[in-house]
C-alpha cells in the first residue's frame, strides 16, 4: 500500500490541525505506528509526525537523529515512537537549515532548544520521561510543532527555496550549530508565529 504524504502544496490546511491525543486503550494506534514506520523506511527522513500521511494524531517516529549517519542510509532505523508527548522543560539554543517532508523545496533556519524533557507513552503504553539533547532535540521539536499545526517555515528567521541537492550543499556549509547548551530557551527563542 502506499502511503501519501500530506504537503503545503494540496493539504496546507491539513497540516494546520490540532492533532488529537491517542486513546492507548484502543489498539487500533498500533496499527498505525506500523504506517508511520513503513513510510519512514520508504523515505529519506530523519522523523516523521503522524498527520503528515493523514493521521492527525499525537504521534511521533524518530527514525535518525543523529547527524552521523546520512540520511540516504535508509536502513539506519531508531525506531522510537512518541505517544501523546508533553514537554515539561526546555533549554538551550541551537540552530539547523530545516527542511521538512511537508514543506517541498522550502529549507528555513530554525531555533531550537539544546534539550528537552518529554513525557510520552511507548508504543506498548508505558510512560517515560527522557531528556533529549543536541540533535536529536531538534529532530524531536520539529515535529511535536507538528503536533499543533506548526511549521518550520513559520518560526524559521529566513526560509530559502531550493531543490535536494543543493540544500545537502548548503547544509555542508552550514551546518547544525549549538549557541548555548543552558540559556533559557523559552524567554528568549519562542518566536511569534508569522501569520
Ligand atoms: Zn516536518
Sequence with gaps: MEIKRKTILNDEEYLRQISQPVDLNNESYKEEIKLLEQFCLETECFAL??????????????????LDVPLEDKGY???????????????????????????????GL???????TVEYYDENG?????TFEGFEATV??????????????DIAEEV???????????????????ISKTCDYDSNFTKKLRK
Excluded at 526546555?90 to 517541498?104: D, N, V
Excluded at 524531536?140 to 517555515?153: N, P, R, V
Design 77 to 107: 532505523n531508531e525506531s522510537k515512537v512518541l505517544i501523546n508527548p508533553i514537554v515539561t522543560s526546555r533549554k538551550g539554543h541551537t540552530r539547523y537549515w530545516e527542511a521538512c517532508l511537508s514543506c517541498l523545496d522550502n529549507m
Design 126 to 130: 508505558n510512560e517515560h520521561n527522557e
Design 49 to 66: 509526525a503522524a498527520v503528515q500521511i493523514g493521521i492527525p494524531k499525537r504521534m511521533v517516529y524518530l527514525k535518525n537523529t543523529t
Design 140 to 153: 524531536l521539536s520539529h515535529e511535536l510543532d507538528h503536533l499543533d499545526g506548526i511549521l518550520h517555515m
Design 160 to 178: 530559502l527555496n531550493m531543490p535536494k541537492e543543493q540544500r545537502k550543499a548548503y547544509r555542508e556549509e552550514h551546518p547544525y550549530e549549538v
Design 110 to 116: 530554525v531555533s531550537r532548544p539544546y534539550e528537552m
